[in-house]
């Protein structure tokens, strides 16, 4: 129990974040302003790069709206401006951009240039776990688990953190491996908790290694 609460802890102080930085800029393949908004940002020509981002923001390129987000957030070619930020990481948000939408949720979950709300950070958080978003799953889990800003569903946690763990979070194969050889929020099952402690094993967790031995000694008996 007392690994399971550290991994708990690792997956909302960790993957889940209240990371400082603003949103990481990407670029799509199909929009010519975020393509030259991004050569021009590597360039360090930031006002350039805004424009570049503004005119494909107001088209409702979401990336564009992101990445627009990001360079307000940080003051970069321009003023930092933490409301027009929100703005428009909310408009990529809504227009379902996963990236936007886990940014959203921290902000949301951190009270940081919205009112804090749990319950609008499992929303996002949820919107961006559903499109394979990782830290969103596991935040969403977490949230889930703990009852924060949802009800505590132990079989809704499970579900999430089962999904992260299939992506290769080994904090979350753990959790999910203790769920299942303790049935909370889903049948008890040695064999599936086996296998997945034996993937948080795998991934280099020495308390995991020696469940995964504990497992498999119950079921060779």
């Known amino acids: 129990m007392r690994h399971l609460v550290l991994a708990l802890f690792l997956s909302i102080f960790g993957a889940a974040g209240f990371a400082q930085a603003p949103p990481a800029h990407v670029v799509p393949a199909d929009d010519p302003d975020v393509a030259a908004g991004w050569t021009a940002y590597r360039a360090d020509r930031h006002q350039e790069a805004i424009a570049h981002y503004r005119r494909a923001a107001a ?43 886990y940014a959203l949720a921290l902000l949301y979950e951190r ?59 080994e904090a979350s194969a753990y959790i999910v491996a203790s769920l299942y050889e303790k049935g909370e929020g889903v049948a008890q099952d040695r064999v599936r908790a086996f296998y997945w402690y034996s993937r948080a094993a795998a991934g280099g967790d020495p308390v995991a290694v020696h469940k995964a031995r504990e497992m498999r000694d119950l079921l060779s008996r």
Do not use: C, I
């Open 59 to 101: 088209r409702n390129e979401r990336v564009a709206q992101f990445n627009l987000a990001a360079m307000l957030f940080a003051g970069e070619g321009t003023p930092a401006d933490p409301v027009e930020a929100v703005s428009w990481l909310r408009k990529s948000a809504e227009l379902g951009f996963a990236r936007a939408q």
């Open 111 to 169: 009270g940081e240039h919205v009112e804090r709300s749990l319950t609008e950070a499992t929303k996002w958080f949820q919107r961006a776990a559903e499109q394979g978003h990782l830290d969103a799953q596991v935040s969403t889990a977490t949230q889930y688990f703990l009852g924060r800003g949802a009800p505590r569903d132990y079989r809704e946690a499970a579900r999430w953190y089962e999904r992260a763990a299939e992506q290769g979070d």
